[in-house]
């Protein structure tokens, strides 16, 4: 069975540009959740997607944005690219909303120059 | 506000020996603790313990909770250089599929 897969897996923008990621949960997954990883904050919640609703929302600024599609594929957004957003950037899904397992994809590698 | 802490933050040893790692948490509705071990990719998952006291193995690696002190410890025993990652803790609350993750702990095994 497939993994969660991320797509682009490395990607170069410019500040004040805009970036689009998606992701594919494992099937039959129907929760994705987003998390931006560096090296200063460590691994942070962004937000987690239900049946194409956000449930919950991490502590990142309103540029950052996401949505989740009818079969559960999932993309995310950051807008006005900042220097520091510069992260590793990983989807994980699971099977229901609560009490499962969470899997993780492999990343998508964001450098804002 | 949720906080999960790790140490050592890292940790260097000799092909053989055997490592405890630890993971302490401070987190409103805990639902459960998971553990993963991430070298230059994805996190991999190895545990998630939802009850005391109650042993988690696979092969070398081991894992307990107690949820009364609120910590956790990830046991490898006959460390091998393929080990070396770092290492994960992960806290899941209740009503979300939200992680509260630790700093992680920087293995590194020599041969």
């Known amino acids: 069975k497939a993994g969660v897969t991320q797509t682009p897996r490395y990607l170069i923008k410019t500040r004040g540009q805009q970036v689009t990621l998606s992701c594919s949960p494992i099937?039959?997954?129907?929760?994705v959740s987003w998390y931006q990883q560096t090296p200063g904050q460590g691994l942070q919640f962004l937000f987690e997607y239900f049946s194409e609703t956000q449930r919950n929302k991490g502590n990142f600024p309103g540029r950052f944005s996401g949505r989740q599609f009818s079969n559960s594929r999932s993309e995310m957004n950051v807008s006005t690219l900042e220097l520091g957003d510069s992260a590793l950037y990983l989807c994980a899904s699971s099977l229901e909303q609560t009490g499962n397992t969470i899997y993780f994809g492999e990343g998508s590698w964001l450098t804002v120059v | 506000e949720d906080k999960v802490v790790q140490s050592p933050l890292s940790l260097v040893v000799h092909e053989g020996d055997t490592v405890t790692l630890n993971c302490s948490y401070e987190v409103t509705n805990f639902r459960s603790l998971l553990w993963y071990k991430q070298e230059k990719k994805a996190p991999t998952f190895l545990f998630m313990l939802?009850?005391?006291?109650i042993e988690k193995k696979s092969g070398r690696l081991s894992s307990i909770l107690d949820k009364k002190e609120l910590f956790s410890i990830l046991n490898i025993t006959a460390t091998q250089t393929g080990d070396s990652a770092i290492y994960l803790c992960a806290v899941g609350v209740q009503g979300a599929q939200k992680l509260v993750f630790g700093q992680g702990t920087r293995l590194t095994i020599n041969p």
């Open positions: 939802t009850s005391s006291g």
């Open positions: 099937s039959g997954h129907r929760s």
